[in-house]
């Protein structure tokens, strides 16, 4: 059963700083995908960034390329998501999700977490 557990939202002010992070753990395979994604409001859920955690291989959404930075931490099972330079829009739910080998196609991640909260305030 793969789990994966996110933490680390929060509210900010614009042009400020977060790091989430998401534990993953019961994947059968040893090494996954592993992505970022965010739902706000009367929008669409969106692909933020992916990373495969066998090489380290990443993937970036346009809109936050420069911005956003995906890691990980294979020692403690965790992905992180350094998010800088915020602004409002970035106000979501924040999810991570697991898929075997498909890093930046969005659409094959099938494993999801519960979500953290963001909030950019201007």
């Known amino acids: 059963q793969v789990q994966l557990m996110e933490s680390g939202g929060g509210s900010v002010q614009a042009g400020g700083s977060l790091r989430l992070s998401c534990t993953h753990s019961?994947?059968?395979?040893?090494?996954?995908?592993i992505g970022w994604f965010r739902q706000a409001p009367g929008k669409e859920r969106e692909g933020v960034a992916g990373i495969y955690t066998g090489g380290g291989n990443t993937y970036y959404a346009d809109s936050v390329k420069g911005r956003f930075t995906i890691s990980q931490d294979n020692a403690k099972n965790t992905v992180y998501l350094q998010m800088n330079s915020l602004k409002p829009e970035d106000t979501a739910m924040y999810y991570c999700?697991?898929?075997?080998?498909?890093?930046?196609?969005?659409?094959?991640?099938?494993?999801w977490g519960q979500g953290t909260q963001v909030t950019v305030s201007s």
């Open positions: 019961g994947y059968t395979y040893s090494y996954y995908c």
């Open positions: 999700a697991a898929n075997r080998w498909s890093c930046g196609s969005w659409q094959a991640y099938n494993y």
